[in-house]
């Protein structure tokens, strides 16, 4: 799919998707987000890793956790689903 060539321009200066992994390694939770003119705040946003915390967070009725949280920028939608396809959790129920 062409987005999934694209994921390696997600606005990281280093070849490949080295720096991409290296910040989905090093984080708990992770989204991908990217600028959307139809969001009620104008950016859009998937979680690409830290599923089960959010679940349990929701499960435990918590308003916050402490964790190690990270953002990766796309240019769009498509890429932030390439990105959840290629690096993300393989046990995510999306």
Not at 17 to 32: G, H, M, R, S, Y
């Amino acid at each position: 799919m062409a987005y999934t060539a694209t994921l390696l321009s997600c606005q990281m200066t280093t070849p490949g998707t080295t720096l991409v992994k290296q910040i989905i390694d090093n984080a708990e939770v992770v989204f991908a987000v990217w600028t959307d003119r139809f969001a009620k705040d104008g950016v859009g946003h998937i979680l690409v890793k830290g599923q089960a915390i959010a679940r349990q967070a929701v499960a435990d009725n918590k308003i916050a956790v402490w964790t190690r949280i990270a953002a990766i920028p796309c240019n769009s939608a498509e890429q932030a689903e390439a990105l959840l396809r290629e690096l993300g959790e393989r046990d995510s129920r999306h």
